[in-house]
Each structure stands twice: as C-alpha cells, then as structure tokens.
C-alpha cells in the first residue's frame, strides 16, 4: 500500500512541475520554454532527492541593481536562503568569467536543479550535494557553453564534448569541487558537480527517455517562478530526516515549496498518507516554525513571507534545510 | 544714533534662549566667562535711570512708550513721567516677564492722574535686582497730520563715564530742529547749544537748565522762553531757513547730567510731517566709521510705490576737515561694491548728499559704510531714504562700525498690513555667520545664514511663517503667529550690523529698530549626555552653549542674563590615550571616542572676542558589548551570517563568546548534534574567522556605569551553557544566531538591530 502511494506521489509531482509549468506558462513562457522545461523535470525527477526550478529572472534579484538602475527606495532584492539550491551554479559559473552569469540571465529562462546526497559541512557552512543542474535556453538565445566546448581543452565523455573546471575548498568543505558542462541539443546546458549524476542526466535528457504517459493530474498545474519538491523519510519521534529510521517511527513525506513573488509569499506543502500526519501537524518537518493548516486529508499548507526580518528568515532557512540546502551557522 | 556706551546706551529686547540639545536628563554644568586682555567684569553695576529726554500729547501728537525686557529674569521699571520744569506728573510699575513687552500710552497716563500737561519727558528706573541694563525703550511718537507720521524716540542711558558733550545731525528741514533738552541732574546747569550748518557753525548760545528741567528750543536760534511746548517753538521759529544741521550740546554740569532729543520739521502741502534728530556722546564711540543696513534705494517692494532718493547728512563736529568715503553694497543675485565718491566735509559744517543715480535692490539688500579719517565721534551722519513723489521716508540710525551692543532684540510684527523685515549685513572684509533668531507662538525659530563680505540679507518674517520655512533644527513658526521678537548673534559683533524695519505699504509708514542689546559671552552651560564611552565606541559626550548678558560696556564678560548663543568653541581630552574627540571640536556637541579603560576629563570652552568661559566633565571608559557577525560563504557567495558577541568585562579583559555545532553529526540531516558554546579571550572566537576587530557589527550597548556588570551576564550565559545538551537546529533551528539572541537577552540588552541574514535569531 505504501509502495502505492509514494508512486503515485511521485508521477503527481512529474504532472505538478512538468505538464503544469508546460500549460500554464508565465507572461514570458512560450510554449517552447514550458516544453523544454517539461522534459528536464521529468529526468531529474527520477535521479534526485530533491528537484527545484527558478526563472533567471528570480535568479538576478539577489544582488542590488547597478547604479545606473531606477531606485525606489525600497530593498527589491531577495532573500538569500532562495539562493541556496542555485549557489553551486552561480559559484561555478562565476569562476568561468564574470560575465557568465549576466549571459546566463540574458540567453536562459530558467534553471531546474537535482540534488541528492546531502553532507554537512565541516563545522560552520552550507550543507554539500550532488547537484545537477540544466539550463533552458530562450528562444533565440545564445548558448553559454558553446564556446568553451569548441575549445581545445574540452573532453569528451559518453560521446558529448564536456567542459570541465575546479573550484577551490569553501569554508566547511575542505575539498575542491569539479564541474562539468555540456550542451544537449538547441535547448539545454547540464551543469553538474558529480560526475556520476552529470552523466546519468546527460544520458537520461539526450535519450528523451521521460514517460509522459504517467501524468495523470492536470489539476495540480503551478504557475510558479520559483518551486521546490523533495520526497523524505521523516522520523516523527526524533523530528528528523532519517532514511534509515524505523518503519514504525518513519513516514513519507512529501514536501513541496513554491513562492509568489506578486504578494511576495511563499507556501510550504507537507502531504503525506501517514495516519498520524494525517491528524496532527505538530510532528511535520519544521512544525516549530511553520503554522501548517490543514487543506485535505494528508495535505498540510503554510504560508512563509518572502522577507528578511529574523522569523522570515528562520522559517526561509528551514525551507531550505529540509529540502537539503541547510546551512550550519 | 550711535549707542552711548556707559554713558547713553540705549538697549532693545532680546528672547535667547537656550540652545540645548534633545536628550534625556543630561546634566548641566555652568560656569561665568573671565576676561580676556581688554575684557572686564561688571560687579553690582549700579543701575542707572534711563530717560526720554521729549513726550508730547495732543496737538495731532500722541506718545506710547515700548519697553522690553532683555532679560531671562521677570522684572520691573518704574515710570516718572515730569512736567517742563520737572515736577512729577505721574509714576507707574511696569512689570515684565522674561523677555516680554510692554506698551505705555502716556496719555493714559497722564489723564488716568488727572493731569493736563502735554509736554516732558520720562524716566524710567529699572529694577535694582538687574544685574545690568536689560531693559529697552522706545517712546514711538505719532503725529497724525493729513498722513500720519512716525517719530521714533530712542532712550538714552547716560551715565558718569562719558563726557559733557552730545551730538546730533538733523536731515534739512524747513525751519530749525526743535530741540528739547532734559536735565537729568539735581543741580542747575548751563548748556552751550551750537548748529553746525552748510555754511560753518552759527554762534553759540547758553541756555540755562534747572535741575529736572526739560527745555524745549529751537535748536539754532531759539526762541529760549522757559516752559515753551513743541507747539509754540514751531510756531514761533522762522520757517525759511533751510538745511542740514549738526547740533552740539555742552554741558557745564557733570557727564551725564542731561539728555537731549530734536525733531526736524518738513512742510508738505499745508501740513507738516518730521524726523527725528538722535544725539550721542562722541566719547562712546569706538570707530570714525558708521555703517547703515538696508536702506531703500530706488524701487523698493516693502514702502510706498515710488524712486526712493538716499539722503546722507554728514557733519563734521571738528576744527579740522575730514575726509569721507561713502560705499555703496548692493545684493540682488550677486554682491556688488561701489564708492559712490569721496567728499571732504569741512571744519564745524554740515554736507548733504543726494545720491539720486543708485539703483538699489527691490527688497532693501542695500546697505552703506561710511568711512572718515577723522577721529571717533568727529564725523557724525545721519541717513533718510525718501520717496521722490511724497513724503514717505525711512530713517536709519547710524551704527557704530565697531559696536558691540549690536544683537537686535526687536519686536516684529505682520498684524494686518504690517511688514517685518530682519535685515543683516555684513560689513567686514570676510564672511560672517549670522544667527537669526525669531520667536513667536511659543517657538524659538533659528537659523544661520552665511553672508559673504558685503552682502546684505532681507528676511521677511512673514515669509518665515506663511511659507512654514524650517529653521536648522525643523522647527516652524506657527501658523497665525502675528508677533514676537527677533535677534541676531554673529560672534563678532564689531563685524555685522543688522535692524528690523516694520513696513506698511498701504500707509507709507516705516518704523525703524536699529538699536540692540550687547549679547556678551557671561557664561557657559555645558550639558553632559553620557559620561561613559567603550574602547571604539563614539558617543555624543556633551553641548555647550554660551549665555549672553547685557551690562552696559562694550567688552564686559557679566551682566544681566538675556539668554544663550553659541560662540567660537573648543573642545579637547586631558588624556587622549583614554578618549579622544575625532571628529569636529570646534562644533557645540562634542562626540567622544574611547581608547582603552580609564577615566579622564574632556573640557569645552568658548571663546568671543573679549570673553572667555569653559567647563569640564568627566568621561568613564569601561566594558563594551558589541554583537558581531560574519557571513558564511560558499565561495564569495554569502549563504547565512554567524553571529556572536564580543565584549570586555570589568577587568579590561576582552572575550568572544559563540557558539556552533558538533562534529558528531551521524546523520545526513542539518539538524543533528547539539549546539556547544565558547568563551574565548581576545578579540578572536574560536573559529579563526570570527575575528571581532573586522567583522561587522550589528549592534552594540550604550556605555553606561552598569555596562560591566552587563556583560558579566553575557560571559555567565556562556558559563552555565548545558555543552551538548541542545540539539543543534532543532526548536526554530538552534544555531549561533540562537545563542546571541538568548545571550543578549540575559544581559537585558534590547537589541534594536539584529543581525541580517541570520536564521535561528
């Protein structure tokens, strides 16, 4: 029964975040942008722990505008927990020149990132994972890889010309970082840490190997700019993530964020078939910080301001811990 | 009128009040002003009458006498109105409340005690409780013919240091000034009365004065009949001799022993209007040079449609010919300078000039200096801006280039038509800034304005109300406000002049208030906000604002209080090791800085041209508390801010404490392990990032005496922290940002600033 429910679980969040993103398309989506979109989600969907998706154009918004930008006054950037699943992307790519991220924003409208084995840090720092991330090209847009594959120090792996560079040790992660880059075909970059989960992403998205045919809930259609979704195992007696706990104590929890950034707030989703979960959301991931209400029988929704006073940013900071970003201060 | 200093000083009203600065219980500390080489200090002044030498009712007269207290005290002056042969008419106790002002309508007066005279004079004996002179007059005489006029009387203060000599100069009228002439002394006396006119000095003549006499005369030919009022001399004078006219007096009695007041008589149509003729001592003045601020000059807005023609009077009272330049300053969009031409006044005459060919500033920045090269009180002017079409005029006392009761204190007033001009000017060859204050409606409105060598400013007080414009501090006079009083301090006051001039355009009628308080430095308060700084924490230490007094002398450094202004000023530490004044010390606050652990003394003090006064206060450096934070990078990009506290404990010693997570964490989640604490000496935690001395603060505690026993209670938080107990980003994600939130908490720290970015706070 259990088996039952996670798979269906997780053929919704295909639907949720692929079909949906592709039908219901932003003031700057094309048809063309949600498609591609579709198709990236369905690949990461099955390899990654968690699966998160931001337009660029919320990816620019963590630094203040130039000087030569209008200035109402106000602090328009936002806050930087969201930036936490993006930061290996925006760190790696600041080491290929900076003016990659600018092309970045100029040439793609969004990133969809995988991440799965979460280590802490050494001490002080942010949490470390495999990440993957793939970049959709607008239509039109110039390709940020390109050049580099055409160079003579690209290699070759699995057949695809792939870039590859280092980066040095940060703090609580003593070790340097290797990314690599490719190109598949006329509307993707895949930019990964790993090595073993860049090739089974390139792999899975150059084969077209998504199985559309499972979507079956058109009604959980997002419009959203900024999403999370991460499938766990939660211990309700420590109040943890515990793959590896008790199956009396554990649970399956489905864990979904997505943000609004026209009322700036942003909704933590907590579904679950857990009959204990089902009744109480004191024992929710982050039940000490959100203030979950109940929508349907297993579905729990909180709302978190998009803000930076200290309670929006613990309540960000949490988001971002349980969907694997966690930060350790 | 040049003011008699000692000898016929003549005070208005001033409102100074204090200058303090917004802050909770600050403690003021005061202390007088010492002399510096040429300054003095006034014990007991002996408080001597004042006097209007003339008053006359009826006949299309009528007198009020405006009196003012300069002064922070309440007070009172009494009124001895005396007849011609010096009997008294009627007595009156005005009282004043600190800086108030009172009118007197002497016909009142004489009628409410039954008296039927129309001519004498007053005296005025202020309160022997003052301790100086701060109380200002001025008998405003209105002679209501076909249009009215104003004949603006001064009040003369003479006193045993002068001489027996006064001076006037009389714009040319028609016919000879009316003089009158009041004794002041007990004895008889003889007065030597001489016109100095176009053509040289007329023979002298001797008129006898009874003790308390007030005799009233043609100035320059009599007819000398005892008892004659205004109104028989006009009658009786000869009409046809015309021109300017000098008029000495000397005195066989002793220095002031007399006072003396003329009025020049000017036909128009079938009636008559006048001007008045003010007399100094020449032994008070301190330059040869006198200076006139804001004089009409062509078209102007604030007076009468019409060409206003500037008329210069200048009598030379000696035996020798001087020399004259007359300079001419305009403001409109720039200053602008010009001589408008040399002339040489010869020995015992009077010259006039009629600068027809200026072309003035619209709104009276029109200012003249006039320069002589014989000695003080030798070259005596006087000046009168008339209308070419009629009789309107503005009269304008002549100021001592270099005097020092020279601070305004003026009423002003826009009830109905009425215009309140402030006009400063600044004649010295560098910048000056000026104070200008205005009160009204409860507020103390004050604001400085730069004026560049030369430039003359108009301020319009009912500009200042109407158009709500902010004084340096915000503040607004209230809306409505209709009257109060208005002053200005420039630090040297031998640099500035300034007058108010109350205008009607409708009526055509100018009144005049050139005369002014002394706004000597008598005094320091220095008002101490926080004695106790930390090692690098700037505090605002203290403001010191000078009191200012009157006293009758040009230099003194006592007297009666008027109120408070600032002066040149200076600040230094006794030991800079323990704290130091970074920023501006010559500013009244002062901020201070502390160095390292230790208690010292920071003096203030202030300084004007003959008078200095300081004051000193303690600061106490000791203990800080300081809420740091650092970000967390991956990269350079930021991902969170760890925060932690640094602070010193009551031995000097400097200490962080934060805290982190364990290592043990067997888990893949974030929130695993527990939240342990550290104390760590120095200004580094321990984690080498966590350097205090770099990284950015959040907040930190006001230095205070109970400062140390605070952070004693940060280091027992970390103290009696339970290691390994807490698990770590559990409960609202413990972290770092958790522990400073709850260690400031224990110190009873209200942390207005948390830091940014900073999950778990």
């Known amino acids: 029964m259990q088996i039952r429910w996670i798979h269906y679980l997780a053929i919704t969040a295909v639907a949720f975040f692929s079909l949906g993103c592709a039908n219901a398309a932003t003031s700057t989506d094309t048809n063309s942008d949600a498609g591609s979109r579709a198709r990236a989600a369905s690949v990461l969907f099955p390899q990654f722990d968690t699966v998160e998706y931001a337009t660029t154009d919320v990816l620019s918004r963590f630094t203040s505008p130039g000087p030569n930008a209008p200035n109402n006054g106000a602090d328009q950037t936002l806050p930087l927990s969201l930036r936490l699943p993006f930061v290996q992307l925006i760190g790696g790519l600041s080491f290929l020149g900076k003016d990659t991220l600018t092309a970045l924003q100029t040439n793609y409208s969004g990133v969809l990132v995988g991440a799965k084995g979460f280590t802490l840090p050494e001490g002080l720092g942010m949490v470390h994972s495999q990440d993957c991330y793939i970049g959709l090209l607008r239509p039109g847009g110039k390709s940020i890889v390109e050049a580099y594959l055409n160079q003579s120090g690209s290699q070759t792996i699995d057949g695809q010309k792939v870039w590859t560079w280092t980066a040095p040790p940060y703090e609580g992660y003593p070790q340097t970082t290797t990314f690599y880059i490719t190109e598949i075909g006329p509307s993707y970059f895949v930019m990964g840490n790993d090595l073993a989960a860049f090739r089974a992403t390139v792999h899975q998205l150059a084969q077209g190997t998504e199985d559309d045919s499972k979507i079956s809930d058109p009604d959980a259609l997002s419009e959203k700019t900024y999403w999370a979704y991460r499938s766990i195992r939660w211990n309700k007696v420590t109040g943890t993530i515990d793959p590896a706990g008790p199956a009396a104590q554990t649970a399956t929890v489905v864990m979904k964020f997505t943000v609004d950034f026209g009322t700036m707030m942003g909704q933590v989703e907590a579904d679950s078939s857990d009959e204990a979960l089902q009744t109480d959301p004191k024992h929710l991931p982050g039940s000490e910080v959100f203030h979950y209400e109940r929508k349907a029988p297993g579905i729990w929704q909180a709302a978190v301001p998009i803000a930076k006073d200290p309670d929006a940013t613990t309540a960000l900071f949490t988001v971002a811990a349980l969907f694997g970003f966690g930060v350790s201060l | ?761």
């Not at chain 2, 009607?504 to 000597?520: E, I, P, V």
């Open chain 2, 1 to 761: 009128m040049l003011l008699l200093k000692g000898t016929l000083g003549i005070v208005c009203l001033s409102l100074l009040s204090s200058l303090l600065v917004a802050q909770s219980s600050p403690i003021t500390k005061t202390a007088p002003a010492t002399p510096k080489p040429g300054g003095v200090l006034v014990d007991s002044n002996p408080m001597m009458p004042l006097i209007v030498p003339l008053f006359v009712e009826g006949d299309r007269f009528s007198s009020t006498l405006v009196l003012v207290n300069n002064a922070t005290d309440q007070t009172y002056a009494d009124l001895t109105l005396r007849g011609l042969d010096g009997k008294t008419l009627a007595t009156q106790r005005v009282n004043f409340t600190p800086h108030s002002q009172r009118r007197v309508d002497i016909g009142k007066v004489l009628r409410a005690n039954s008296s039927v005279a129309t001519t004498g004079s007053i005296v005025i004996m202020p309160s022997s409780g003052l301790a100086g002179p701060a109380i200002g007059e001025m008998l405003a005489m209105t002679y209501t013919g076909s249009d009215p006029n104003y004949i603006d009387e001064e009040v003369s203060m003479p006193g045993m240091t002068g001489s027996r000599v006064l001076q006037g100069v009389a714009d040319s009228g028609d016919g000879p000034p009316v003089l009158a002439i009041s004794s002041l002394s007990e004895m008889n006396q003889h007065v030597q009365v001489q016109c100095l006119g176009k053509n040289g000095a007329v023979p002298a003549r001797v008129v006898s004065l009874a003790a308390g006499e007030t005799f009233i005369t043609g100035a320059c030919s009599g007819p000398d009949h005892h008892g004659s009022d205004v109104t028989a001399i006009l009658r009786d004078t000869d009409e046809h001799a015309h021109g300017p006219q000098g008029i000495r007096l000397t005195s066989d009695g002793m220095p002031g022993s007399f006072a003396a007041f003329a009025m020049a008589s000017h036909h128009a149509r079938s009636d008559r209007f006048f001007s008045s003729v003010l007399f100094s001592d020449p032994k008070s003045l301190n330059s040869p040079n006198t200076v006139f601020t804001g004089v009409p000059v062509g078209d102007t807005s604030l007076l009468t449609a019409g060409r206003y023609v500037p008329q210069l009077t200048l009598t030379n009272f000696s035996a020798k010919d001087v020399h004259v330049h007359t300079t001419f300053a305009k403001t409109s969009r720039s200053t602008s300078a010009q001589e408008v031409g040399p002339v040489t006044v010869r020995a015992n005459s009077t010259r006039e000039l009629v600068l027809r060919n200026l072309n003035g500033d619209a709104s009276l920045q029109n200012s003249f200096t006039v320069h002589s090269d014989g000695a003080p009180g030798v070259l005596m002017a006087k000046f009168v801006s008339r209308s070419e079409s009629g009789r309107q005029g503005v009269e304008l006392q002549a100021k001592d280039e270099a005097d020092m009761e020279n601070a305004g204190g003026h009423p002003w007033s826009i009830e109905q038509n009425t215009e309140s001009t402030l006009l400063l000017f600044d004649h010295s060859t560098s910048s000056q800034v000026f104070t200008a204050r205005v009160t009204g409606g409860g507020v103390d409105w004050q604001k400085e304005y730069r004026l560049a060598s030369m430039q003359t400013k108009a301020i319009s007080i009912r500009d200042l109300v109407e158009q709500r414009v902010k004084d340096d501090t915000g503040k607004v006079l209230p809306k409505g406000t209709i009257s109060g009083e208005t002053s200005w301090l420039v630090t040297d006051m031998k640099k500035a002049s300034g007058r108010l001039l109350q205008s009607d355009r409708s009526t055509g009628m100018a009144r005049n208030f050139s005369c002014g308080y002394s706004g000597l430095l008598c005094g320091v308060n220095m008002s101490i906000y926080q004695a106790y700084a930390a090692p690098n924490y700037l505090i605002n230490y203290a403001n010191i604002t000078g009191y200012t007094c009157t006293s009758g002398l040009p230099n003194a450094c006592s007297g009666a209080r008027t109120g408070s202004a600032n002066f040149t000023t200076s600040w230094w530490s006794n030991n800079t090791a323990i704290a130091t004044i970074p920023g501006s010390k010559i500013s009244p606050p002062v901020a201070v800085q502390g160095v390292k652990q230790g208690a010292t003394t920071i003096n203030g003090r202030l300084d004007s041209p003959y008078c200095s006064a300081g004051q000193s206060g303690p600061v106490t450096v000791k203990c800080f508390a300081q809420l740091k934070y650092r970000a967390v990078e991956v990269w350079i990009f930021e991902v969170g801010n760890h925060s932690y506290w640094w602070f010193q404990d009551g031995n000097g010693q400097n200490w962080v404490t934060d805290a982190g997570p364990t290592k043990n964490c067997i888990n893949t989640s974030i929130d695993c392990g527990f939240l342990n604490s550290w104390a760590t000496a120095g200004n580094h935690g321990q984690l080498p990032d966590d350097d205090a001395i770099n990284n950015a603060l959040a907040w930190q505690a006001t230095p205070s005496a109970s400062l140390c026993t605070n952070t004693g209670w940060l280091m027992a938080y970390q103290q009696q922290w339970r290691q390994n107990t807490v698990p770590y980003g559990k409960n609202k994600a413990s972290n770092s940002n958790t522990f400073a939130h709850s260690s400031g908490s224990n110190a009873i720290f209200t942390i207005t600033t948390p830091p940014p970015n900073a999950p778990g706070w």
